[in-house]
């Protein structure tokens, strides 16, 4: 399993044609207290760049948009109950979605975890 | 990710006298009203429940001090009522009272509080507005009368049910001011004015401070084991828990006082005009404004935020002009204007957040009772 990083501070999981996604531990701290997380029910298809969820945090709504293209196959369903999890495990149980890739070769030019933490830490 | 911002953009964003202070006790800063402004130390959340049971320190010396003063008070007082609809000749010394500027057309230019003090009248405006404030009222206000923008204080609000312990241990002797009073205190040799309200919906103080002292201020009122400091963010959501209106958001200067369901900031003795605006808020009065500022408590988890369109069925009849997950709650919780037709309590109603319609009912505000220490009511 390849872990894959974005700008936009998601990260995906690949192994084989099912990638999971969800936001980093920068993007959670940004963010702060997450009340809510509408995630794309399964089955919906996403196009990379699009919106794929909204995160609600005390103070705003925030979109993630797809870092890649693919069929949902299963939403976190642990975030309807506790969207807290986005903040205590975001790059663990607070996962958002998995879907099918549709395009693997978008994977190409995504950060890996050490290029995405020398990114980081530039901001 | 993208975040939607609700801050509004400054050219240069000017820092406060605490800056330092602030980023040295691990704030993220915003632009807020002009200024470089703390969002959040911890956590909205843990910040915003600290308040509502210990106490919360903010910086809010961004908001306009504005002090007048004339050799003729009653000419003042005149002068004053002609600006506001606030029975200004009725505030006692050291008593003061929620107010709204009008402009000539009746809408609000800014919602404030005014003191009467020993020498003139104290008021605290909106920051984000106070230069447009102080053109309007010196266009306004006779060359006779003294207006000083007093740009050489701070002003901290110490704000929860525990903030009066934590307070009278520096300050000696507010814990005798009630809700709405104000008064000189010392703090060392340093002459602060303190007055015993806020904007959480708490018990709680603001004071003001020359801007040399705040730092040392600062620091002794956050060395009580009762205080921390808390940002914008916990500030925004506590006046929303207690249904205060944020000026720009849920009060401009296309809505009147009554429409904005404020009909307590023009008392009885004001409701025979005689200040700006007067025209449209005696008619407001009388024949009922055409939408009111209402509460709305939502279904489910997902918050409605400002500008979600509010239905009735098919109709659009409102929008949300503040919204949020209310910490204390659990719940999301909303201000808005709905037509005055679906204004009534318990009034259900449909808000439309990203193409899903939530289920939201009308509710009395404050949603989350208010523990204001009143004069003359049992402790």
Redesign the interface.
Known sequence: MTRYFTV???WIDVDGSTATVG?TDY?QA????I??V?LPAKGAALAKGKEAA????????????APVSGTVTEANSAL?GE?ALVNSAPEGDGWFFKLTLSNPGELEGLMDANAYEAWVKSL | ??????IEEGATPAALPLDAWHRARGARMVEFAGYHMP??YE????E?LWTRESAGLFDVSHMGQLMFSGDDEAALEDALEALLPANIKGLAEGKQAYSILLNEEGGALDDLMITRTPTGFYMVVNGAVKWDDIGHIREHLPDAFTMNHMEDRDLLALQGPKAVDALKRVVPGVDKLYFMEAGSFLWGHEPLWVSRSGYTGEDGYEISVPAAHVAALADALCAQPEVKPIGL?AR??LRLEAGLPLYGHDLDATIDPIQASLGFAVPKRRRDGGFLGAARVLASIANGPPSKRIGLKVEG???A?EGALIYMGDQQVGVVTSG??S?SLQI?IAMGYVSAAHAALGTALEIDV?GKRLAAIVTAMPFVPNTYVRKGAAK
């Open positions: 936009e501070h998601e936001i993007a940004q963010l702060g207290d009340v809510f509408e909204v995160v609600e945090s005390v103070k705003a709504a925030s979109d993630v948009y309807e969207p | 990710m993208s975040e939607t911002h609700e969002i959040q956590g909205i959340i843990a915003h963010g925004d959501s988890r997902m918050p935020r949020g997950f910490p999301p990203r």
